[in-house]
């Protein structure tokens, strides 16, 4: 094996993105193991808690690359890199690889972690974590993140209540030349073992309804509002 | 009155954008009255048929922007304008209108009547209907549509069925340079006077599944799938 090791929680596809702004783009997801955050409602702690950490390979970046030319067939198209923290891994070396075949890279991340390497994404989604995670944001290190993008850079944020929302404001303000895309929270994620467990469509759709209402009556229109299309669709099923 | 009187079907927002390009955006519709085509599986026959046209109101330029600067308390976002299809009605003097205050515009049309104010739209979807639809393409219109356009353009093409696949790749393959946007029809549209007439949201989301199968199986990457967010959120509800 040349170069450091990815571990890598799963990579599947091509389905279509669920979220954010690329939502219902083919994508070829490449999800890794590990994260620096423990969020309350993290709806993929597969690839998030340690206890887990048995099913995480280490991979080469020819060993992964070959899987995702084997999913896409060759025909170049945007890989979606996510985890856990998918900054906590070496990606450089795979993005020049696969940029080198014509492929695009879009990477989500808490913005917790700062890498030279954000530079060379097409595509950098920054998903801070409002106060129902649990979570407490270092602005200087998602200052950093921010700072080392080159392509297109967006801000999402999840919204379960009205905290979440000012928070959410907040980070519209801070960072005005970044489209925020909002996301209505799955109160009921997955447990790391039971990919059947029921997802609360209902209330996960009320929790949309209450945030477009939030959003036009305070006509903040320059926010977007999108849920997880991949929950509306396909629940909490993994590898879709 | 000053200028040609516009027929409109309702006015309505602001809400988010259900579908394609701008989904999730908030937006306020002017839904125009009267069209040109009789789609089989039109979902807004309340703005196509002419029995209906006793609720469509002439208004000014001056009438319909006051009722879009109140609904969106004068703060500028995108308006949506729809019909019907809104070609046949003379739209220009309403976005200059609305460009003066900072508005954006942006207008859904199946390409079949081309004007020359398509050029100061921000965005122009093109949404050519497919066989299942039972109209006709006219291709020389649909080019002299896309010739006109100056702003963001996009195709959004409805798919049912196969036939309708075939005919939204033939589209891609003839117009290149413009994303499309492919979405799974709804076969319980709505009937003009009965607002709360059950979708078959099963059936949709089946379609939706069917539909992310076939791009992925076929590996057309640079194809968008998305659903009527409304119409998953809301049902056939108008006004929202």
Same mark, same amino acid.
């Given at each position: 094996?040349?170069?450091?090791?990815?571990?890598?929680?799963?990579?599947?596809?091509?389905?279509?993105?669920g979220?954010?702004?690329?939502?219902g783009?083919?994508?070829?997801?490449?999800?890794?193991?590990?994260?620096?955050?423990?969020?309350?409602?993290c709806?993929?702690?597969?690839?998030?808690?340690?206890?887990?950490?048995?099913?995480?390979?280490?991979?080469?970046?020819?060993?992964?690359?070959?899987?995702?030319?084997?999913?896409? +067939? +060759?025909?170049?198209?945007?890989?979606?890199?996510?985890?856990?923290?998918?900054?906590?891994?070496p990606?450089?070396?795979?993005?020049d690889?696969?940029?080198?075949?014509?492929?695009?890279?879009?990477?989500?991340?808490?913005?917790?972690?700062?890498?030279?390497?954000?530079?060379?994404?097409?595509?950098?989604?920054?998903?801070?974590?409002?106060?129902?995670?649990?979570?407490?944001?270092?602005?200087?290190?998602?200052?950093?993140?921010?700072?080392?993008?080159?392509?297109?850079?967006?801000?999402k944020?999840v919204?379960?209540?009205?905290?979440?929302?000012?928070?959410?404001?907040?980070?519209?303000?801070?960072?005005?030349?970044?489209?925020?895309?909002?996301?209505?929270?799955?109160?009921?994620p997955?447990?790391?073992?039971?990919?059947?467990?029921?997802?609360?469509?209902?209330?996960?759709?009320?929790?949309?309804?209450?945030?477009?209402?939030?959003?036009?009556?305070?006509?903040?229109?320059?926010?977007?509002?999108?849920?997880?299309?991949?929950?509306?669709?396909w629940?909490?099923?993994?590898?879709?």
């Amino acid at each position: 094996m040349t170069g450091a090791a990815i571990r890598v929680s799963e990579i599947f596809g091509p389905t279509i993105q669920g979220e954010g702004v690329l939502i219902g783009q083919p994508t070829v997801f490449v999800r890794t193991g590990g994260c620096d955050y423990r969020c309350s409602w993290c709806d993929t702690l597969h690839a998030v808690d340690s206890e887990h950490r048995e099913q995480w390979q280490p991979m080469s970046v020819e060993e992964i690359w070959m899987e995702v030319r084997r999913l896409s +067939g +060759g025909v170049p198209l945007t890989v979606s890199l996510s985890g856990g923290n998918p900054a906590i891994q070496p990606l450089g070396p795979l993005i020049d690889r696969g940029h080198g075949e014509g492929y695009r890279f879009a990477l989500e991340t808490q913005g917790s972690v700062a890498r030279d390497w954000f530079a060379d994404l097409d595509v950098l989604v920054v998903s801070p974590k409002p106060p129902s995670s649990g979570m407490e944001t270092d602005f200087a290190k998602l200052d950093e993140c921010l700072a080392m993008a080159a392509g297109m850079t967006v801000l999402k944020i999840v919204v379960f209540d009205d905290r979440d929302y000012a928070y959410a404001k907040d980070m519209a303000g801070r960072y005005p030349a970044l489209p925020v895309y909002l996301q209505p929270g799955n109160h009921t994620p997955p447990p790391p073992d039971d990919e059947s467990a029921t997802v609360d469509i209902d209330g996960v759709m009320n929790r949309m309804l209450w945030l477009v209402d939030k959003v036009t009556g305070d006509k903040w229109f320059d926010a977007r509002v999108l849920p997880q299309l991949h929950v509306l669709l396909w629940g909490n099923r993994r590898g879709v």
